[in-house]
């Protein structure tokens, strides 16, 4: 899929200026074409062609067991796999650095230099991910999306492992085996792969009422993004911050797209699964090999401590969101993902996150399920990258020094030169001795010890209605869809009846209308009443990108033979000029004859081997009559049209282009009328509202602005 070239690549690279980067060179090989072939002892190998066996020269005989060069092949192919994340397997990932605005607030919470210090540059390693499909299951189904930040500060690795929705299904980690075995595939026959619609999830969430909010989230838009990098990242869990003075404050950490937060279409998003199952593992390679490095700003949300029970809500409380009305959000630095892996498995596979790795001025608070989740990660670890020195591996040894009396274990790589290996020791103040103030002292702890819910917690429903009170009508009309696909995904009466009379608790109209399409018993007043309230940044609408642009889109620019070349080489240098992605599409890949004669056009690709999903806008250019004639004769092209027309897409066209499209359009959709069909005209359309049209006009303004130019 990538356009860029592999020099694009490497130069773009070595532009990284990254201390993580850096430390990885010493484990990185470089593979040349003169580096004679070894085993893994470096003995050299002529022949990795055939196994060594008895033979006359014209008979095979068997094939021997003494040939340690077949053996040691077959050996290591057998034990390729390691097993994957028990969630979160699904992933992609991507170095970068994080670094603090000059005029950031954040020193008067935290003395963490990572968030204070903006002459710092900290290196970065993100992993995004889906949560319930395996590693090879479908990038573009609707769930949540992992959001996964290393940061490799100089006082130690920083892991703030959040997702893309702000809260979470349930709000003591003692039920995460439960939401996860019930969300996963049954384990009767494993199915579905990559789908929550299946009775036994909406069977646990209909009767574990504290995840109604974040199920209304994964019903919502957010649950199928357009692109990792058009997505918000939340820490989710409470963290605290203290400061210099020793005062301490509760913390929410938010990541905000510098892209705006865009969604695909439920009818993309299954298309796509099916299409091009990697379509956001391409999709951020894609923008960091063509320049178009993703970012975000990172905010925070503040409580001083002494305010933590002043809202209706236990700020403790992973189910509920802080309203930004009531904390509002601090900016105090950005993130810029910029350099692709090199290889995949030991650095997006191998690294290990944990919500225990913070660093000494951050946190953590009383938090239920951050606590669980401290215990989890380094568990988890143990079993899937084999053993307690999974911190050593390279992508996840820190890049400031490790020193500690921990010995041995599977696959420890460290040769330590000290003849004491425990503490208090013989060589008196000998390294390494602990230090006067080093991390994870600012904890708190009060109360009994009781297996408890308090009463805040108690309450699933508020948070709920505020968030389908605050979607915009197509946000909450995909919300509607999205309940009666999955409800409709379940044939047990007592599933979707259960969960159609919760939704009642929520909004009375949504359950009617969910009710009403999945055969359950539709509500005839509501469950409890509607507590009107929204607020800011829950729906999509509020994270329009400040500039609108075209970088890093995906144009296709159809066309046939007859094709005008300047036409396609102007719109094609216009989009590239705006940072957007174009391919050229045409009935055949290889050489488009031009009309006058010109030049040949390359065909990127043929029509039915891309599709209209896999792009955000289309673009027809102009051409001879007989061009014209062409594409309004074919049917691949018409389809293109229409379903782009149909997910709401950017289309323009020129001249014949023009005259397809408002052909295509009119003779399909009889009802809508288009009256451009003049040939000096572009004509565009971007059809009903739904998700995602603020930035699909916008990119529709910019390519005209373009192609005008
Ligand atoms: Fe995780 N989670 N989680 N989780 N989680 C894992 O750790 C767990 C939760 C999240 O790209 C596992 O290394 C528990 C919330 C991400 O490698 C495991 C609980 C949030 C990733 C684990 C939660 C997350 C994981 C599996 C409830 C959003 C992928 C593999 C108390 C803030 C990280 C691994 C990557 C992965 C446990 C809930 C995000 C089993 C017990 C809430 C992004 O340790």
């Known amino acids: 899929m990538s356009t860029a070239t592999e020099s694009v690549k490497q130069a773009f690279t070595s532009m990284t200026n990254n201390a993580k980067v850096a430390d990885l060179k010493r484990n990185t090989v470089e593979v040349t074409p003169s580096t004679g072939m070894t085993t893994d002892h470096g003995v050299f190998i002529s022949d990795t062609d055939n196994w060594l066996r008895v033979s006359d020269g014209e008979n095979h005989g068997a094939s021997l067991l003494e040939d340690q060069i077949a053996r040691e092949k077959i050996h290591r192919f057998d034990h390729e796999r390691i097993p994957e994340r028990v969630v979160h397997a699904r992933g992609t990932g991507a170095h970068g650095y994080f670094k603090v605005f000059e005029d950031s607030p954040a020193s008067k919470y935290t003395y963490a230099p990572v968030l204070t210090d903006s002459s710092r540059t900290t290196p970065v390693f993100v992993r995004f991910s889906t949560v319930q499909g395996s590693r090879g299951s479908a990038d573009t189904v609707r769930d949540v999306r992992g959001f996964a930040v290393k940061m490799y500060t100089e006082e130690g690795n920083w892991d703030l492992v959040g997702n893309n929705i702000p809260v979470f299904f349930i709000q003591d980690a003692i039920k995460f085996t439960d939401i996860i075995h019930a969300v996963k595939p049954e384990p009767h026959n494993e199915v579905p792969q990559g789908q929550s619609a299946h009775n036994n999830f909406w069977d646990f969430v209909g009767l574990q009422p504290e995840s109604a909010h974040m199920v209304c989230w994964a019903m919502s838009d957010r649950a199928i993004p357009r692109s990792f990098r058009m997505m918000q990242g939340f820490g989710v869990n409470t963290y605290t911050l203290i400061n210099s003075a020793g005062e301490r404050f509760f913390v929410k950490f938010h990541w905000q797209p510098e892209l705006g937060v865009h969604s695909l279409v439920w009818d993309e998003a299954l298309k796509l699964a099916g299409q091009d199952p990697d379509f956001h593992r391409k999709d951020l390679e894609e923008a960091i090999v063509n320049g178009a490095p993703p970012k975000w700003t990172l905010a925070l949300q503040i409580i001083p401590e002494k305010d933590e029970h002043n809202f209706d809500f236990d700020i403790l409380d992973a189910t509920k969101l802080w309203p930004v009305e009531l904390v509002p959000l601090q900016e105090i630095g950005e993130m810029v993902l910029n350099k692709t892996?090199?290889?995949?498995?030991?650095?997006?596979?191998?690294?290990?996150?944990?919500?225990?790795?913070?660093?000494?001025?951050?946190?953590?608070?009383?938090?239920?399920?951050?606590?669980?989740?401290?215990?989890?990660?380094?568990?988890?670890?143990?079993?899937?990258?084999?053993?307690?020195?999974?911190?050593?591996?390279?992508?996840?040894?820190?890049?400031?020094?490790?020193?500690?009396?921990?010995?041995?274990?599977?696959?420890?790589?460290?040769?330590?030169?000290?003849?004491?290996?425990?503490?208090?020791?013989?060589?008196?103040?000998?390294?390494?001795?602990?230090?006067?103030?080093?991390?994870?002292?600012?904890?708190?702890?009060?109360?009994?010890?009781?297996?408890?819910?308090?009463?805040?917690?108690?309450?699933?429903?508020?948070?709920?209605?505020?968030?389908?009170?605050?979607?915009?009508?197509?946000?909450?009309?995909?919300?509607?869809?999205?309940?009666?696909?999955?409800?409709?995904?379940?044939?047990?009466?007592?599933?979707?009846?259960?969960?159609?009379?919760?939704?009642?608790?929520?909004?009375?109209?949504?359950?009617?209308?969910?009710?009403?399409?999945?055969?359950?018993?539709?509500?005839?007043?509501?469950?409890?009443?509607?507590?009107?309230?929204?607020?800011?940044?829950?729906?999509?609408?509020?994270?329009?990108?400040?500039?609108?642009?075209?970088?890093?889109?995906?144009?296709?620019?159809?066309?046939?033979?007859?094709?005008?070349?300047?036409?396609?080489?102007?719109?094609?240098?216009?989009?590239?000029?705006?940072?957007?992605?174009?391919?050229?599409?045409?009935?055949?890949?290889?050489?488009?004859?031009?009309?006058?004669?010109?030049?040949?056009?390359?065909?990127?690709?043929?029509?039915?081997?891309?599709?209209?999903?896999?792009?955000?806008?289309?673009?027809?250019?102009n051409g001879n009559e007989l061009y014209g004639k062409t594409l309004r004769a074919n049917g691949q092209l018409m389809h293109w049209i229409l379903e782009a027309f149909g997910h709401c897409k950017t289309i323009a066209g020129i001249g014949e282009g023009s005259k397809t499209i408002a052909f295509t359009l009119s003779h399909f959709l009889t009802e809508l009328s288009f009256s451009s069909t003049d040939s000096d005209k572009v004509v565009t359309s971007y059809g009903v509202i739904t998700a995602g049209s603020y930035s699909l006009k916008s990119a529709a303004t910019d390519v005209l602005n373009i192609a005008s130019g």
């Not at 239920?368 to 307690?388: A, C, E, H, M």
């Not at 379940?490 to 009375?508: A, Q």
């Not at 159809?558 to 080489?569: E, F, K, P």
């Not at 030049?599 to 039915?608: C, T």
Request: aromatic share 10%.
């Open 341 to 621: 892996v090199d290889e995949f498995f030991p650095e997006t596979e191998q690294v290990a996150f944990c919500t225990s790795h913070i660093v000494p001025g951050i946190g953590f608070s009383d938090d239920p399920l951050l606590q669980g989740r401290n215990f989890s990660y380094f568990d988890t670890q143990i079993t899937r990258l084999g053993g307690v020195n999974w911190e050593q591996l390279p992508i996840n040894r820190p890049v400031c020094p490790v020193m500690n009396h921990h010995r041995d274990g599977q696959h420890q790589s460290y040769i330590h030169k000290s003849p004491v290996n425990y503490w208090p020791n013989r060589k008196g103040a000998g390294p390494p001795v602990p230090v006067e103030k080093g991390g994870y002292q600012e904890q708190k702890l009060a109360g009994i010890k009781q297996r408890i819910r308090t009463p805040k917690f108690q309450e699933h429903f508020n948070q709920a209605q505020l968030f389908v009170n605050s979607l915009a009508p197509h946000e909450r009309a995909h919300m509607i869809a999205a309940f009666s696909f999955e409800l409709s995904h379940c044939d047990d009466p007592v599933v979707y009846e259960t969960y159609t009379k919760l939704l009642n608790n929520i909004d009375f109209d949504l359950a009617k209308e969910v009710a009403a399409n999945v055969g359950g018993i539709v509500p005839d007043k509501p469950g409890r009443p509607n507590n009107g309230k929204k607020s800011f940044g829950l729906s999509q609408l509020d994270f329009a990108p400040q500039k609108p642009t075209v970088k890093s889109r995906r144009v296709a620019i159809l066309l046939a033979d007859g094709v005008d070349a300047s036409g396609v080489l102007v719109m094609k240098a216009g989009l590239k000029a705006g940072g957007a992605v174009p391919y050229v599409i045409a009935p055949r890949r290889g050489n488009i004859s031009t009309s006058g004669g010109g030049e040949n056009v390359w065909a990127d690709h043929h029509f039915d081997g891309q599709r209209s999903t896999m792009f955000d806008a289309i673009y027809i250019p």
